[in-house]
Structure formats: C-alpha cells, structure tokens
C-alpha cells in the first residue's frame, strides 16, 4: 500500500475516549453512529470484540459511501465489566446500578476493553482487533457510600455502574493492569498495536503518527 495521510476516526461517542485518544496530540475525527450493541457469544472477550467491531464497521460503510477518495483508520472500542463469568454492561436505572455494585462489593473483577482498528484505502479494508484485561478491587461498599455515590449519576451511563476516574473511587482498594482501560481505552496498548498493524501497511515507517 503506497504511503498517503491518513484521517484518524473515533467511532465513539464517549468523552472518556475523546479525551484519552486526544492525549496523542494527533487531529482526529469523531463518527459515532446508533448501531444495536449485540452479540451471541458468551465468552466475554469475543462479546466485547464482537461489539467494537460492529461500530467500527458501521463507519466504515458510511465512510466508504460518502469519502471513498480519502483513506481513513477507524478506533472503535466496546468495555464491559466481568464477574464470575456474568458480563455487566450499563444499567438501566438507578436500581439496577445498585444491583451491580452490590453484587462487585467487597470483590476483584475484571475489565475487558476491546478495540478494533480498521484500515479505510483504495476501497480496501484491512482490520485488527486487540482487547486489553485490568483487574478491579472493590472495598465493601456501605449503604451510606452506596447511596452518595448513585446520588451522583455517575454510574448510569458506564460498564459495571462506575466510572474509576470518578467519586467511585471512594471504594476501589486496587487497580491491577492498565488504568486507562478501566476508564474506556488502553491508550499505551493502542500506542504499540497501532504501530504494529500499521507497520503491515505502510512498512518503512518508523513511527506510524505520522502517518496522520
């Protein structure tokens, strides 16, 4: 593939991974589509590889139908939380946050990010996923905390019901692996699998952002 400049695309919504890709210092462009956030597999890491790339691809069509001319790699992402095998995804409702919490209190869980990077040029698609795992330890959440902390709506709009960079971390005792991908992105393993992959593509580049 001849070396041309590349646009980076988020295929996210979320402020979290806005802020945390922006950390790059490379522009880059947010397209986040509606696109069901389903998947058959039981197996948590597929489930959530499953869903970054229904994202990612979603953009790519868009992209392919309306920017065909230029050439683009897409960032998508999906986290979920993971406990005894049981995947915690947003909750619907304040009730259900505090289910969740209750059910993590006093306990170590894992975080799964997954992150699919698909390669936009000359009409062609090369894709790579990679997910990252960091384990979580809650402290005994009491009531009293419980409550202050879904006072705060935090919780509502984040896998497992919180959010590491905020008032939650009131009770998490221990962060094991990658504290970024606790918040939404595994911003180094993005970093270094970015480098790889695009290495495949345009070899002979040194550092791939500059690529962008």
Wanted: hydrophobic share 40%; charged share 25%; aromatic share 8%.
């Amino acid at each position: 593939m001849a070396k041309s400049k590349l646009k980076l695309i988020l295929a996210s919504a979320s402020p979290r991974r806005r802020e945390l890709i922006g950390h790059l210092k490379l522009p880059f462009e947010v397209i986040a589509l509606s696109v069901p956030e389903y998947s058959e597999a039981t197996d948590p890491v597929q489930h959530a590889k499953d869903i970054a790339e229904v994202k990612g691809l979603a953009v790519v069509e868009k992209l392919l139908n309306q920017r065909a001319s230029e050439a683009f790699m897409i960032v998508s992402a999906d986290t979920i939380v993971v406990s005894d095998g049981k995947i915690y995804n947003k909750p619907s409702n304040r009730d259900e946050a505090r289910k969740f919490l209750t059910d993590l209190s006093g306990r170590t869980h894992s975080v799964f990010t997954a992150v699919s990077l698909s390669l936009l040029a000359s009409g062609k698609v090369h894709r790579h996923s990679f997910v990252d795992e960091s384990k979580v330890t809650f402290d005994k959440i009491s009531d009293v905390l419980m409550e202050l902390y879904l006072d705060t709506g935090d919780s509502l709009d984040k896998a497992g019901a919180y959010g590491i960079q905020g008032p939650s971390l009131t009770f998490i005792s221990r962060v094991d692996g990658s504290y970024s991908n606790v918040v939404g992105f595994p911003l180094s393993r993005f970093v270094n699998e970015s480098q790889e992959f695009l290495n495949q593509h345009f070899p002979g580049v040194s550092s791939w952002p500059s690529l962008f």
